[in-house]
């Protein structure tokens, strides 16, 4: 155990967190609507000046090739500072650990670069009408064009996070009619703007845009990558379910929901608990859970960045953090309602519009009770139904 | 950063799960539980010939040399085996308040009767109502008062043995009066330190407390079956050890980090404690809970295993401090009293 930093992580803390401090934006509008999608722009656009929008991403593709502890700083700086969410994340946190495990040459040098510089926006499209938790129910189709040499993409996905303001969409379509279940699957990369895609954005529980529905009506992909400003094929053809459950994977885990996202707020919570006159004693022991649960992720997390960089893979492992910082989160939240009592209904600082945004946490990136199978079935081994 | 244990660590801890695993089985504790003394004989011989009990002892009074860090994972592995012995209490809080802040010169002395194995030390601090566990069996009292810890000869205290829920822990509620010629810890410093261990030891066993109910849950859920298959199947069964794992995962590594706080001396190793020994509380017993649930009515009778483990949980959760009054040591830290 080694619970200090180094002289360089040190170092490094200390500049990302004076440019922090310096730069962030303050009173930006929500990224959840159009108008506030685009002022994010700008500031992801900042950081892409300063190679702080992908810190761990190699140097050619915007990157500063942190190692996974220099993100975990960045991260802690990031969310101190009080800097913005990030409207860029589903393509640099889940899309792009893909395109480096699955991409070719020709498509990590045409999509990485872009997307760090905040110039391809990406959504992610899994579920559909009848398949959420049941991702393999899939139905969406690519049908075969030869005479083109590509893909012809028909169907519709749904709740897909700010899916009204992206450019492009990675997500999973049926390629073989005939495979069942998780076979014949394919991951593409689509920008919204082929011919035949329709996007219509809708309100969340919040009432922001954030979400949308996206209809393929014979939309053209081309093969592989052909042509990567038109799109294209991640990995194998019929092989998506492998390509995508890689992404949910960091989607669970590490990358994202960093600790330094629930530190921050703890504090910010502890703020507004020394600012509230006579709290009472159930209230001020929420608090003080909240704070002891963001240390035990932290620490936690500190673990899983030790297997990861000795070679020991958290793998199913996980699902455990996913569960851990969707509750947290909420409970945190829920304190923060109860310190300011009948006021939190008309809170200027955010606290019940980030309550609402925790309370999707147990149900986005795999529902609380599909990572709970998981956890009884491979950590714990579990016989499967 | 590195949070992991070393290579030398984990194979010491190994070595005492191998032991335990032999040596400490259920077989074993429903054996002491039916004893005189409520003792697996010889175990503690060879904790001491391991070098478990000296751990933190310097090598010049034959102990071993480690740091709290080593040592909490031997606890953890303690409260896996349900040992009943007084392992954490000597090792982690007798031991280190003798090398640390005695003002005795005979200190040195029982340190290497401690190490030695020849004898044993009873703990009673002032958070734990008076109780002293094995106690018939120390050679001498380490007691909290208001002025520091004592060092108490048998002969001068009065033992009234009580039943405990814990059928192999073997309280007794100690009487004794505090004099300057007992006292051989007269620093708060000291005190508050050992109050600190010992919260620190108690939430490393209930964290193997924990990992052993769920362990022993997971294969009984495995193997029994209704309805045709194994009730390890059923997504209700699945949900609640899924939620008993991430309980106690989540409070393993604060348990750690205070054993590094306490090594180290960090001006916040009390606050670190407290974190660790509240989440490790309300982690077991939860786990109790859960666990007892998944079993159904094989578990809720002293003839199936189970027993040992959570009586022990339910025992540690209480001593050394609870849940709540730790989270109020963190709350004071936050926001001030």
Redesign the interface.
Known sequence: ?????SDA?NEFRAEVGGWLDANVPTGLPSGDTAEGFAAHLEWERALHSQRLSAVSWPEEFGGRAATL?EWLIFEEEYYRAGAPQRVTQNGIFLLAPTIFEFGTPAQQQWYLPRMSAAEDLWCQGWSEPNAGSDLAGITSRATRDDTSGGWRLTGQKTWTTRGAFCTHLFGLFRTDPDAQRHRGLTYFLVPLDAPGVTVRGFGRLDGDEGFAEVFFDDVFIPDGDSDPAAGGTLGAIDGGWGVAMATTTSERGLTLRSPGRFQAAAARL?EL??ATDD?DPIT??A???A???A???S??T??D???IV?GRSPGARSS?NK??WSELDIDLHRAALDLLGPAAAVDPDGWIKGFQFALSGPIYAGTN?I???I???R??????? | MRVAFTDDQLAFADAVRSLLAKECTPGHLAAAAGSSDGRVPGLWAQLVEMGVVGALAPEGVGGTGLDEVALVRLCFEAGYAALPEPLSDIAMVVVPALRDHAVTPDAEAWLERICSGDATVGLGLSANAGLVDHADRASVFLLEAVDGLHLVDPDVVTLEPVVSVDPVARPARIGWTPSSATLVVGSAVGATEARSRAALASAAELCGLSRRMIDMTVSYVSERRQFGVPIGSFQAIKHHLANALAAVAFAEPLVWRAAVSIAAGDPDAVVHVAMAKAQASDAAERVSDLTLQCHGAIAYTVEYDLQYFMKRAWVLVRRDGSARMHRSTVQEFLLGS
């Open positions: 155990m080694d619970l200090s930093w992580e502890w502890v608990a020394a709290i001020a022991d608090v003080t859970q704070w002891i649960d240390e035990a992720y620490l936690y500190s673990g960045v030790t297997d000795e455990l569960v851990f009770e990572q709970r199978n956890i009884a079935e950590v714990l081994g579990l016989p499967r139904a």
